[in-house]
């Protein structure tokens, strides 16, 4: 049989090698659930977790010593090392986001083509042009102005040139225009550029990302977010710390301890069951449990393996438990050999153990077995892997329970029998908590019906710690750095906002989404946002004017010259999706919830009152019912909003649902109304004292504690079963109630007692995890299992002790000397309420499963054809014609207003040019050249514009001196 063990065990060996940990969103949602879909297609679109680079300055550095001296040279070596790791998607880090800066300025694209007007320029000219409010228009055209003077400033237009980094990182706020020449301000008069103030929140701090690969495993995240981690390492900024935080490296903490921290609690939870069986197990062989338990759960974990069960937090966490649970049945089986052995010198101690204690070990485990079964009831699937985990474990650790111990403990007894033993302390421990005269009874139960009661009243108030931050060690460093980005920065965490539509550059979806970004920024929970559409629209925005959404123009202008890097992050390549990424203040995973239904109903309410044209280029190609844009929440953020909504739901009918599936079981396997009500008094004792004392106490529950009440049914109701076992045993003998009740647990009691401390020894392990998720989840079930032993010691005696005086427990029937029958012989009015009570709890049973929440199971997957924008109309700039001889009476000496005629005139007129030919001038240039492309000019094409003014100017009789000074003062 040894051998046999061995052999199986081998077999089973090959199971575990299928194991893997999954801690994906496959792990919290369904595969057909909304959150899910929308999460892998944001991530197959714009990659996956972002890691955070924290960049902050020391001393008297700011922002812009970030690129000064070699500092420059060290951010490209950081970001060409960070783009060469595998796992990494793409790198938006300070340099990339200040390159991006430039090429929207000057119209260069990474691949070295040339835009005019550059992105910038053209766009603020556009909201120039579309100002609607006079005093604002001026406050643009001021705005303009001082931007081409502070343009013109700077010679070298390079990374390396301290004054070009000035001009791309901070606005125009505080900047005078003295006589053409703009005076900057210092220190913390400068004011960081709106477009730029996601990545440089403040002057001492800089913000990047590292986005590594979309949907991808927690192996690979970790993986690359090490390989980040030991690059960033290396990083030598002069005056800046570098930190590495976000979600990534949360996440890898995580995977981490799963890896180890979980077989080190396994390992502390055997060494506590062996300290536990030294000193209150008094047999021979008295680690032998262990073994039994050991080899038990490498069978459970292996079958796991053969039939596809991911290890996951919640089914790793299952190792102590199983551990726990497990134990007993060894216990109960050594402990029956050695009364067998010793006290009752049976010829046949195996065979007596088999026959008495076995059909009851069988009985628990099934009922065990069909309370875990509830937890098929969850909506997310690693609670219900770690049902299936729970009961194939049980089962498999029932089976080496019995097993095991039987065939290495008859070999011993065969070889030298088991001398007597006297009764110990723990015995009459046992005894006496079981002492309570049946009068008791009715109390004890009037009480459990009544806690029972209280439980579910109290169930809604349950406060579950929703804060994934809280669910880590507090002490690590990887808490530390969330707190310092959280104070740097007014962020935590990211909620991605993805857009879908067959061209996301549409004129009348750019306005929806500015919009949108405006109105998300404007709440309490957002710290700010980043979007190609909310890019432009700050570029344009100028303190005091009208608030202008960007062009659809401008979105394309700004896309053409995007890094790569960017690109890969905002705008998908066919330009069908884009995404809107908001940062989030500190808030726990409820806050996240009710900001994302904000979110969504602000969304819906957008794209309902979309009025598109016909000719729409949204509505081509679109299917039956097919929306012309869809955008949704979605990312980690609303997967862990996903996540908590099915935690939540059903959580506690995942608990009434195991009652009362354990509760037709025993009906069923008893077949006694009586018999199976009795069993379960403890279990609804325990289940409302835990609820009560969590209620009373406004205790805060691990999200884990949805699993909590099928292990409280299931230890519970196995102790119970043992112990109305052995009575049955013992009164099937002839003995009294009474003393059937005493030798019962004189005779159990270093059994129950050993297993009740090893079982809670082994839930209570959890309480040592680094993880709070973890501790806190061992907490809260240490607790329940704890009452729901006591119970099980305490009431079972008194109270079957007072239903067998009166007729409730009958013994009729049994044959005294035989094994022990644990099923009743009903009749009559007995078989009537048998009957009818299996049919009342199989009714409660289907009421809860039927009233239990599902998923709806509707996904929308749309794909959208792509769709290029319309062509746009330019004008073409020409030269003014030649008018003949003018006559500067026609015009006046007034300075014009204006900002092409108010720059003409004082460049001449600081030459000496008669005001009138000023005035002509401008007007001649106007005539040939709409100003928005003049403008253009003055900021990417400086010499054609001073060709043109010249050319104006000799038609107006501008003396050629007077002309060739004008130039060169403005050039």
Avoid at 379 to 403: E, H, K, S, T, W
């Amino acid at each position: 049989m040894i051998t046999s063990f061995v052999v199986i065990t081998a077999i089973l060996a090959l199971g575990a090698t299928n194991l893997e940990f999954a801690t994906g969103q496959d792990s919290y949602l369904d595969d057909d659930d909304q959150i899910a879909i929308d999460n892998e297609a944001l991530q197959s679109q714009f990659g996956g977790e972002t890691i955070i680079l924290l960049f902050q300055a020391t001393g008297d550095a700011d922002i812009s010593d970030l690129y000064a001296g070699g500092n420059l040279e060290e951010l490209e070596r950081l970001e060409a090392e960070l783009r060469a790791i595998d796992e990494v998607y793409s790198v938006v880090a300070p340099l990339t986001t200040v390159e991006f800066s430039e090429s929207i300025t000057t119209g260069v694209a990474p691949s070295g083509a040339t835009i005019e007007p550059s992105p910038g320029t053209g766009a603020l000219l556009s909201a120039l042009e579309r100002e609607p409010d006079e005093e604002s228009q001026a406050l643009r055209q001021a705005d303009v102005t001082t931007t081409l003077a502070r343009l013109g400033a700077v010679e070298d237009r390079d990374l390396s040139n301290p004054g070009w980094i000035e001009f791309l990182l901070f606005g125009n706020q505080n900047v005078e225009v003295v006589d053409g020449v703009p005076e900057m301000p210092t220190g913390d008069d400068r004011v960081v550029r709106l477009s730029l103030q996601s990545t440089f929140p403040n002057l001492q701090t800089a913000v990047g990302g590292v986005l590594l690969q979309g949907n991808a495993d927690l192996d690979t995240l970790s993986s690359g977010t090490q390989a980040v981690l030991d690059v960033v390492e290396g990083t030598q900024l002069d005056g800046f710390e570098v930190v590495v935080t976000g979600s990534p490296v949360f996440l890898k903490d995580i995977n981490d301890y799963l890896q180890g921290g979980m077989l080190t609690l396994g390992a502390i939870a055997l060494a506590i069951m062996a300290v536990i069986l030294l000193l209150m197990f008094r047999v021979r062989w008295r680690f032998l449990p262990l073994l039994s338990t050991v080899v038990g759960v490498m069978w459970g974990f292996a079958l796991l393996g053969y039939i596809g069960i991911d290890l996951s937090l919640v089914t790793i966490s299952g190792l102590p438990i199983l551990i726990g649970l497990g134990i007993d049945f060894a216990i109960q089986v050594h402990n029956r050999i050695e009364e067998e052995a010793a006290l009752d010198k049976d010829e046949h101690p195996i065979s007596e153990t088999l026959a008495n204690v076995g059909p009851a070990l069988i009985a628990a485990t099934l009922a065990a077995v069909v309370a875990f079964m509830a937890l098929q009831l969850s909506q997310v699937p690693m609670i219900r892997d770690f049902g299936v985990m729970l009961a194939v474990g049980i089962v498999a650790l029932v089976f080496c329970g019995i097993v095991l111990p039987t065939t290495i403990l008859g070999v011993r007894e065969y070889r030298s029998r088991t001398p007597s033993v006297k009764e110990s302390r723990v015995e009459r421990f046992v005894v006496w908590l079981g002492g309570l005269p049946p009068k008791a009874a009715v109390p004890l139960v009037v009480l459990s019906a009544l806690l029972f009661v209280g439980g579910v009243a109290m169930e809604g108030r349950f406060e579950i710690e929703s804060d994934p931050v809280r669910w880590i060690n507090q002490d690590t460093q990887t808490v530390r750095d969330l707190d310092t980005l959280e104070e740097a920065t007014g962020f935590s965490s990211t909620l991605s906002v993805l857009v879908s539509a067959n061209n996301v550059l549409d004129e009348d979806l750019t306005q929806v989404l500015h919009d949108f970004t405006t109105y998300a920024e404007g709440l309490d929970e957002v710290a700010t946002s980043s979007s190609l559409t909310g890019t432009m629209a700050k570029i344009i925005a100028v303190p005091g004017a009208t608030e202008l959404a960007p062009t659809s123009a401008d979105a394309a202008a700004a896309a053409a010259v995007m890094p790569d890097d960017i690109r890969k992050v905002l705008l998908a390549e066919d330009g069908t999706a884009t995404q809107v990424n908001l940062r989030l203040a500190p808030g726990s995973l409820e806050d996240r919830a009710d900001l994302v239904e904000v979110l969504e109903a602000d969304l819906a309410e957008r794209l309902d009152a979309l009025d598109l044209p016909e000719d729409s280029i949204l509505l081509e190609n679109l299917g039956p019912d097919e929306p012309p844009v869809r955008a949704t929440p979605a990312g980690l953020a609303v997967v862990g909003v996903g996540l908590l909504e099915n935690l939540s739901a059903n959580r506690a009918v995942l608990t009434y649902l195991g009652l009362a599936l354990a509760a037709l079981f025993l009906l069923i396997r008893l077949q006694s109304l009586g018999r199976a009500a009795l069993t379960l008094v403890p279990v609804g004792l325990a289940i409302g004292t835990s609820s009560v004392v969590i209620g009373a106490f406004g205790l805060t529950l691990s999200p884990l504690t949805t699993v909590s009440g099928p292990l409280v049914i299931a230890s519970c109701t196995e102790f119970s079963v043992l112990i109305t076992s052995r009575y049955l045993e013992e009164r099937q003998g002839g003995k009294s109630p009474k003393d059937a009740s005493d030798h019962a647990a004189r005779r159990t009691g270093r059994a129950f007692f050993t297993s009740a401390a090893t079982t809670v020894g082994g839930f209570a392990v959890l309480i040592g995890s680094a993880l709070p998720l973890l501790r806190d989840f061992g907490i809260i079930v240490t607790m329940n299992v704890t009452v729901a032993l006591l119970a099980a010691l305490v009431v079972m005696p008194p109270l079957l002790m007072w239903a067998d005086q009166r007729g409730i427990f009958p013994i009729e029937g049994h044959a005294p000397g035989g094994a022990v029958r644990l099923a009743a012989q009903p009749q009559g009015a007995r078989l009537l309420a048998w009957v009818g009570g299996v049919l009342v709890v199989a009714a409660i049973a289907v009421g809860l499963w039927a009233s239990a929440e599902r998923g709806t199971g509707d996904s929308v997957e749309i794909s959208y054809t792509p769709v290029e924008l319309p062509a746009t109309t330019t004008t073409t700039t020409t030269a003014p014609e030649a008018t003949g001889e003018l006559s500067l009476d026609d015009f006046p000496e007034e300075a014009p207003e204006g900002l092409v005629q108010s720059t003409v005139f004082n460049l001449l007129t600081a030459q000496g040019a008669d005001p009138r030919a000023a005035n002509c001038t401008h007007e001649q240039l106007l005539a040939g050249t709409p100003e928005s492309e003049l403008l253009a000019m003055a900021g990417s094409d400086q010499d054609t514009l001073f060709g043109l003014v010249a050319e104006a100017a000799a038609t107006c009789t501008v003396p050629q001196d007077v002309i060739d000074a004008a130039v060169a003062a403005g050039l």
